[in-house]
């Protein structure tokens, strides 16, 4: 199976919990230093404007679709309203 490329719109961002979480990361079975962060869901819906070449191109391969995905990592930040490609490739 080739790549597919998506293209994506973050429609919500919702905090997940009540107060900070921290994060504890692992390499190799030795923990690393952990960090606070406050969970996040992330809610997308794929992009279809008709008036958009791009978006009718698209639309082909994905003109439905939802996405939710929950986020600890800070540094990581989606824009409500803005779009994003999401691209799958096979994990083999």
């Known amino acids: ?40 869901t992330y809610r997308f819906a794929a992009v279809y404007d008709t008036t958009v070449p791009e ?13 939710k995905i929950q986020v600890d990592n800070p540094a990581v930040v989606f824009e409500p309203g803005k779009q994003y490609y999401l691209d799958f490739t096979p994990a083999d």
């Open 1 to 40: 199976m080739p790549t597919t490329r998506a293209k994506f719109m973050c429609r919500s961002v919702e905090q997940t919990s009540t107060g900070p979480t921290e994060v504890k990361r692992y390499h190799n079975d030795a923990q690393q230093p952990s960090y606070m962060t406050w969970p996040r």
């Open 55 to 67: 978006d009718q191109r698209y639309a082909q391969a994905t003109p439905i679709g939802e996405l």
